[in-house]
Protein backbone atom coordinates (compact mmCIF):
# COMPACT_ATOMS: atom_id res chain seq x y z
CA UNK A 1 0.00 0.00 0.00
CA UNK A 2 1.70 3.36 -0.82
CA UNK A 3 1.11 5.70 1.85
CA UNK A 4 0.75 9.51 0.16
CA UNK A 5 3.29 11.84 1.65
CA UNK A 6 2.22 15.38 3.31
CA UNK A 7 5.03 18.30 3.00
CA UNK A 8 4.33 21.38 4.91
CA UNK A 9 4.38 24.47 2.35
CA UNK A 10 7.84 25.36 3.61
CA UNK A 11 8.90 22.18 2.61
CA UNK A 12 7.51 21.88 -0.99
CA UNK A 13 8.68 25.69 -1.65
CA UNK A 14 12.14 24.57 -0.49
CA UNK A 15 11.58 21.32 -2.82
CA UNK A 16 10.53 23.74 -5.81
CA UNK A 17 12.95 26.13 -5.37
CA UNK A 18 10.15 28.75 -5.20
CA UNK A 19 8.69 30.87 -2.51
CA UNK A 20 5.91 29.93 0.48
CA UNK A 21 4.75 33.10 -1.23
CA UNK A 22 4.21 31.84 -4.44
CA UNK A 23 2.77 28.18 -3.33
CA UNK A 24 0.28 30.26 -1.05
CA UNK A 25 -0.83 31.62 -4.30
CA UNK A 26 -1.35 28.74 -6.03
CA UNK A 27 -3.70 27.36 -3.19
CA UNK A 28 -5.43 30.72 -2.90
CA UNK A 29 -5.97 30.41 -6.85
CA UNK A 30 -7.59 26.93 -5.84
CA UNK A 31 -4.52 25.58 -8.54
CA UNK A 32 -3.25 23.06 -5.48
CA UNK A 33 -4.81 21.89 -3.23
CA UNK A 34 -3.50 21.75 1.01
CA UNK A 35 -4.90 20.11 3.45
CA UNK A 36 -5.08 20.54 7.70
CA UNK A 37 -3.65 17.80 9.62
CA UNK A 38 -3.94 14.99 7.85
CA UNK A 39 -1.72 12.95 9.87
CA UNK A 40 -2.05 15.03 12.94
CA UNK A 41 1.59 15.48 13.49
CA UNK A 42 1.44 18.86 12.05
CA UNK A 43 -0.40 21.87 13.12
CA UNK A 44 -0.33 23.74 9.67
CA UNK A 45 -1.71 23.50 6.26
CA UNK A 46 0.33 20.60 4.15
CA UNK A 47 0.42 19.43 0.69
CA UNK A 48 0.38 16.05 -0.67
CA UNK A 49 3.02 15.05 -2.49
CA UNK A 50 1.13 13.97 -5.56
CA UNK A 51 -0.92 17.65 -6.02
CA UNK A 52 2.36 18.78 -5.80
CA UNK A 53 3.70 16.70 -8.63
CA UNK A 54 0.33 17.44 -10.35
CA UNK A 55 1.05 20.95 -10.69
CA UNK A 56 4.98 20.86 -10.99
CA UNK A 57 5.48 17.65 -12.62
CA UNK A 58 7.63 14.99 -11.26
CA UNK A 59 9.11 16.93 -7.31
CA UNK A 60 12.25 14.82 -6.15
CA UNK A 61 12.68 14.42 -2.45
CA UNK A 62 16.00 13.58 -1.87
CA UNK A 63 16.87 10.69 0.46
CA UNK A 64 16.37 11.20 3.91
CA UNK A 65 15.14 14.64 3.33
CA UNK A 66 11.86 13.82 5.09
CA UNK A 67 13.79 12.61 8.58
CA UNK A 68 14.93 15.63 8.94
CA UNK A 69 12.50 17.84 7.60
CA UNK A 70 10.27 17.54 10.70
CA UNK A 71 13.55 18.66 13.38
CA UNK A 72 12.53 22.39 14.08
CA UNK A 73 16.32 23.24 14.38
CA UNK A 74 16.94 22.07 10.69
CA UNK A 75 13.52 24.30 9.81
CA UNK A 76 15.34 27.01 11.30
CA UNK A 77 18.75 26.54 9.60
CA UNK A 78 16.87 26.16 6.52
CA UNK A 79 14.92 29.30 6.73
CA UNK A 80 18.24 31.16 7.93
CA UNK A 81 20.29 29.80 4.88
CA UNK A 82 17.32 30.78 2.51
CA UNK A 83 17.30 34.02 3.93
CA UNK A 84 21.55 34.40 3.62
CA UNK A 85 21.12 32.78 0.09
CA UNK A 86 17.96 35.76 -1.03
CA UNK A 87 20.29 38.29 0.54
CA UNK A 88 23.90 36.85 -1.35
CA UNK A 89 21.88 36.98 -4.46
CA UNK A 90 20.41 40.46 -3.90
CA UNK A 91 24.01 42.07 -2.87
CA UNK A 92 25.48 39.95 -5.85
CA UNK A 93 22.79 41.68 -8.59
CA UNK A 94 23.50 45.10 -6.83
CA UNK A 95 27.45 44.62 -7.55
CA UNK A 96 26.65 43.64 -10.69
CA UNK A 97 24.73 46.74 -11.46
CA UNK A 98 27.10 48.82 -10.05
CA UNK A 99 29.72 47.14 -12.32
CA UNK A 100 27.83 47.85 -15.07
CA UNK A 101 27.23 51.39 -13.88
CA UNK A 102 30.99 51.69 -13.90
CA UNK A 103 31.96 50.10 -17.20
CA UNK A 104 29.54 52.54 -19.12
CA UNK A 105 31.28 55.48 -17.22
CA UNK A 106 34.43 54.46 -17.98
CA UNK A 107 33.65 53.30 -21.84
CA UNK A 108 31.90 56.72 -21.84
CA UNK A 109 35.34 58.22 -20.24
CA UNK A 110 37.54 56.52 -23.06
CA UNK A 111 35.28 57.96 -25.87
CA UNK A 112 35.44 61.11 -24.56
CA UNK A 113 39.47 60.88 -23.78
CA UNK A 114 39.79 59.16 -27.65
CA UNK A 115 37.77 62.69 -28.83
CA UNK A 116 39.86 64.94 -27.34
CA UNK A 117 43.16 63.29 -28.41
CA UNK A 118 41.82 63.26 -31.93
CA UNK A 119 40.84 67.02 -31.85
CA UNK A 120 44.87 67.70 -29.96
CA UNK A 121 45.86 65.55 -33.00
CA UNK A 122 43.50 68.36 -35.26
CA UNK A 123 44.47 71.70 -33.77
CA UNK A 124 47.92 70.62 -34.10
CA UNK A 125 48.30 69.83 -37.50
CA UNK A 126 46.49 73.09 -38.34
CA UNK A 127 48.74 74.63 -36.01
CA UNK A 128 51.78 73.52 -38.25
CA UNK A 129 50.26 74.27 -41.26
CA UNK A 130 49.46 77.98 -40.15
CA UNK A 131 53.05 77.79 -38.99
CA UNK A 132 54.08 76.83 -42.26
CA UNK A 133 52.05 79.15 -44.27
CA UNK A 134 53.63 81.90 -41.75
CA UNK A 135 56.83 80.92 -42.21
CA UNK A 136 56.08 81.31 -46.37
CA UNK A 137 55.01 84.47 -46.10
CA UNK A 138 58.01 85.67 -44.37
Not at 5 to 22: M, N, P
Not at 53 to 67: A, W
Not at 82 to 103: G, S, Y
Request: net charge negative; proline share 1%.
Amino acid sequence: MNQEIYLSVAQAADLLGISQETLYKEIQAKNLTAVENPDRKRKHQVIAHSELSRLYGNVYIPDGYLEYAGDKSVDFVRVALRQENERLRKALEDTQKREQFLNDQLATALQNQRTLIEAHAELTKTLDNLTTILENMT
